[in-house]
Nanobody, 122 residues
Framework: QVQLVESGGGLVQAGDSLRLSCAASGLTFMHSAMGWFRQAPGKEREFVATISWTGNTINYADSVKGRFTISRDNTKNTAYLQMNSLKPEDTAVYYC???????????????WGQGTQVTVSS
């Protein structure tokens, strides 16, 4: 049984930082690309970042480039999303997901976590 469990969300002020973690089990993490997505209230879920299993391929949404960093530790079966200079518009539920290749397309991700809430106050 595949499980992706996000953690690290919370309530912060604009300009603060947070690091989200995604602990994976039940899948071959070392051969899985990982992605982060987010869904703000009243909006559709959107792509945030993705990383290949080697870490050599990384892609970000334009809205988070230069502020967010995706990474992974294959020895810990964990992916991370370091979020700096947070803005109120970053407020959303953040989801991690696993795919066989790094992509911005949600439909390519076979497994999803339950999400973690990030709230940024102004």
């Amino acid at each position: 049984q595949v499980q992706l469990v996000e953690s690290g969300g919370g309530l912060v002020q604009a300009g603060d930082s947070l690091r989200l973690s995604c602990a994976a089990s039940g899948l071959t993490f070392m051969h899985s690309a990982m992605g982060w997505f987010r869904q703000a209230p009243g909006k559709e879920r959107e792509f945030v970042a993705t990383i290949s299993w080697t870490g050599n391929t990384i892609n970000y949404a334009d809205s988070v480039k230069g502020r967010f960093t995706i990474s992974r530790d294959n020895t810990k079966n964990t992916a991370y999303l370091q979020m700096n200079s947070l803005k109120p518009e970053d407020t959303a539920v953040y989801y991690c997901a696993a795919s066989s290749f790094p992509t911005v397309y949600q439909g390519a991700y076979q497994y999803w976590g339950q999400g973690t809430q990030v709230t940024v106050s102004s």
